[in-house]
């Protein structure tokens, strides 16, 4: 592409800035119309829009279903509460539902304006088993397009048998099908045979490139600022962009618009606490979170003299407000910074910083726009001298990501087609590392030249009903992406060996107004959904995905060392290429008690990034020398079925999947199955309410999965009395299956008359039969004869974990 992505940017502007006139001078206010306008919305039809908040809190509701009685038609709220129906003039019926909340019907007249109805929504005052798995519509899973989509509210969340009773966004969708980690203590999780740096994770839209804390036993989302969590793993909107196994998209609270609330929970790790309160006369509102854990201050008195002054501690602060302009105007802004320090003499450091503004702005009643510009960073470093006890000898390295990025997005709402449509503009900055070294006082400072890179995106998408029964979206997304100056860029040779070292024989400078290399993707997407009945339906998508930026990890686990690299001249951009089937039913009382799914999906993948035997990744200048590209496939099938209501509900889920890649210079050129492949994976989430017992309700999670591929030597070789082993194929053994029992038993506070003091205690076990799961498996010569060599397992977690967590809110 010879055009700037810039170019691409205002070109989206130029057309919508015009689409915006028009759509404002044909326009319809709410309570007044004049004559010659209302000749002319007649033939057009008029439009009822507005927003559905919580009753208790104000929060915009996600996913509200609005439904018109008269024509079989509706919307759903968008992620900030907000809906718009087109309809042919007249009076109707408009339904508007959400578990959990008292339904409201609502007469419209439609024959003279547009009308604007914001609406607040009041919790239904039922036993909490009946609203705890969903807040969704009803019958979500089978009226929305949306398909290989999964969604965890909180008060689900809350409920769920945690490690050490400590409630985590990312240990909780690995209860869903198609979602997998390599074992415990494992960063990040696997999607549909993606890796971890294939899922884009997004705060606020920012997006967070390391979401755990202490090596992945926790993540970084505070579950009492956490509004809404949604994973997209297939059909994914042209909205959406960048990486190709799945998006998972977190929403903050935006803090209490009616009273102060002060929300916490003391724990055996970490304690937490957060505060929301109205602003501005309850035109907008806060909210404060804060966590920080203290094992590393509880066991001091315990360590050694060697590990007296240890370091091992997280924490985070979580902050978001909003304020509310007008009715056609609202501000956020949401913030995030966390840190993990780990290690004693020897050390590491990592942390996340994000912030994200966005305003919100309603054109008309058919149009409306959310503008994000959010910044990241995700720095790392590793400290061979943490507690300073040798000033003078000691060696550091410190690396970063940082992004910057503006987005636009609009929504046109046009009779029954909803079209979405806009661009995005990120800069990458890239700090791959810088090293420290002191010796003897002697300092000498080196590393590898930061790398630069501009994305830009422009998508247009549309959600069309097309009859009764057919729901189409299709969309286009045209990626662009430029590797920047100032920087080296190198060619390697190519008549070596295949999996052998690549050296330099080229190096070419480049000044910063450079455009080193350019790569361009268009990203076709397409989903249908068609009702077989009112409570099935069948459902078809397929998306095209590119991604720009990679994780260098050659470990049996990623870490927080690892290395982010953008693609340059010697390494392409990802492809992923996804089609999913599946079909959808509700059943049971009232017709959806039960709601089940079974979905197939097959991806082909190119590009994908292996390495060399022996490659070096730490702060290698010419580290793509060691690179090696090749082409991947993931297929399967997910089961699932869950009950929604009554005394016991929960879920089972059951995946069967293969995922597979083949690069030349590996196993022989053939097919071998990646670290995280799993062929098999059972989980089930079991939520109780005795009837009996109001104070009580119990809870269990048990998880089965197949072991996970490892490199294991086929023989050895024995030469003056030293053993060597001999390997024959990539990843050709597996370890050991891993099963795993959950419980936990909540304990509510009694409830005092004219107090808002709401509590209760968690009780949990986690590994309840004390499984000795195998994270790896690794051999060493035995310690009496060095002969013989033994195979060790280690496990993570070999024993039962009890815990205790109190949980106060008022």
């Given at each position: 592409m010879k055009h700037s992505s810039i170019h691409w940017l205002y070109g989206l502007l130029l057309i919508c800035l015009p689409l915006q006139s028009s759509l404002a001078q044909g326009s319809l206010t709410t309570n007044t119309i004049g004559k010659g306008q209302e000749k002319g919305a007649r033939s057009a039809g008029f439009t009822v829009s507005g927003y559905i908040k919580d009753a208790t809190n104000g929060e915009g509701l996600i996913g509200v279903s609005v439904y018109v009685k008269e024509t079989s038609t509706g919307a759903v709220t968008n992620s900030y509460g907000f809906f718009a129906v087109t309809l042919p003039a007249g009076t109707y019926n408009v339904v508007i539902s959400y578990v959990g909340y008292e339904k409201q019907t609502k007469v419209v007249d439609l024959t003279a304006h547009d009308v604007r109805l914001d609406l607040e929504l009041k919790q239904e005052g039922k036993q909490l088993q009946e609203v705890v798995v969903s807040?969704?519509?009803?019958?979500?899973?089978?009226?929305?397009?949306?398909?290989?989509?999964?969604?965890?509210d909180v008060k689900t969340l809350k409920r769920i048998p945690a490690l050490l009773g400590e409630v985590d966004v990312i240990r909780s969708i690995q209860l869903l099908p198609g979602v997998s980690t390599v074992g415990e203590g494992a960063t990040g999780f696997n999607v549909r045979g993606g890796s971890i740096d294939q899922n884009l994770v997004l705060l606020d839209e920012a997006p967070v490139y390391n979401s755990s804390h202490l090596f992945g036993f926790f993540s970084v989302f505070n579950p009492d600022a956490v509004k809404d969590v949604k994973l997209i793993k297939g059909g994914i909107p042209s909205n959406y962009g960048g990486r190709i196994a799945s998006i998972l998209d977190v929403r903050l609270k935006e803090g209490n618009a009616k009273k102060p609330e002060v929300n916490g929970g003391i724990g055996l790790i970490f304690s937490r606490l957060s505060y929301e309160r109205p602003l501005f006369k309850g035109k907008g509102s806060f909210i404060v979170a804060a966590r920080r854990s203290y094992a590393d201050i509880l066991a001091q008195p315990f360590l050694n003299s060697d590990l007296k002054g240890a370091k091992f501690y997280f924490y985070d602060l979580t902050a978001k407000g909003n304020y509310h302009i007008n009715d056609k105007n609202t501000v956020f802004l949401s913030g995030?910074?966390?840190?993990?320090?780990?290690?004693?003499?020897?050390?590491?450091?990592?942390?996340?910083?994000t912030l994200s503004a966005r305003w919100n702005h309603v054109f008309s009643n058919r149009l409306f726009l959310n503008t994000t510009a959010y910044y990241s960073n995700y720095d790392y470093s590793l400290n061979t001298d943490l507690k300073q006890k040798t000033p003078n000898d000691y060696f550091k390295t410190d690396s970063r990501i940082l992004d910057y990025s503006i987005k636009p997005d609009f929504s046109f709402f046009l009779g029954k087609n909803t079209i979405t449509f806009g661009g995005q503009a990120i800069v990458h900055d890239f700090q791959p590392g810088t090293a420290t070294a002191a010796s003897a006082g002697s300092v000498r400072s080196f590393g590898i030249a930061n790398k630069h890179a501009l994305e830009s995106a422009l998508y247009i998408g549309n959600?069309?009903?097309t009859t009764p029964k057919l729901q189409l979206q299709y969309g286009l997304r045209y990626s662009l992406f430029q590797y920047k100056g100032p920087g080296e860029a190198y060619t390697f040779q190519t008549n070596v060996p295949l999996g052998t070292r690549r050296e330099v024989v080229t190096t070419v400078d480049y000044k910063g107004s450079d455009v080193i290399k350019t790569y361009g993707n268009w990203e076709p997407r397409f989903a249908a959904k068609y009702d077989l009945t009112d409570n099935s339906s069948l459902k078809l998508s397929y998306n095209r995905l590119a991604q720009y930026i990679h994780l260098i990890s050659n470990t049996t686990a990623s870490t927080p060392l690892d290395i982010w690299t953008p693609s340059t001249n010697n390494i392409k951009p990802q492809i992923a290429d996804q089609i999913a089937g599946g079909y959808f039913k509700n059943f049971g009382r009232s017709?959806?008690?039960?709601?089940?799914s079974v979905e197939v999906y097959y991806k082909?993948?190119?590009?994908?990034?292996?390495?060399i035997d022996g490659a070096s990744l730490i702060l290698n200048k010419y580290l793509e020398g060691d690179l090696l590209s090749g082409k991947g496939r993931a297929y399967g099938a997910e089961f699932f079925v869950k009950r929604n209501t009554g005394v016991v509900n929960g879920w089972i889920s059951y995946t069967l999947a293969k995922t597979e890649r083949q690069v030349d210079g590996i196993n022989n050129n053939n097919w071998y199955p990646t670290r995280y492949d799993k062929r098999h994976t059972l989980t089930s989430v079991l939520l109780f309410d005795p009837p009996n017992a109001k104070r009580w309700n119990f809870s269990?999670?048990?998880?089965?999965?197949?072991?996970?591929?490892?490199?294991?030597?086929?023989g050895r070789f024995v030469f003056d009395g030293h053993v060597e082993p001999i390997y024959?194929?990539?990843?050709n053994y597996r370890i050991p299956a891993y099963h795993r029992l959950d419980l936990a038993a909540t304990l509510q506070g009694r409830k005092r008359p004219g107090k808002r003091k709401e509590d209760n205690w968690v009780f949990s076990v986690y590994n309840a039969y004390a499984r000795k799961n195998a994270?790896?498996?690794y051999f060493q010569p035995n310690a009496d004869n060095p002969q013989v060599t033994q195979a060790i397992r280690y496990s993570v977690f070999a024993t039962i974990i009890p815990s205790v967590t109190y949980n106060f809110k008022f």
């Open positions: 807040t969704t519509r009803e019958d979500d899973n089978v009226k929305n397009i949306e398909m290989s989509v999964n969604k965890i995030y910074l966390g840190r993990d320090v780990f290690g004693s003499d020897f050390g590491f450091n990592w942390g996340n910083t959600e069309q009903q017709g959806n008690e039960f709601e089940a082909w993948l190119q590009n994908q990034i292996d390495y269990a999670t048990f998880t089965y999965a197949s072991g996970t591929p490892g490199t294991f030597p086929t024959e194929g990539r990843n994270f790896s498996v």
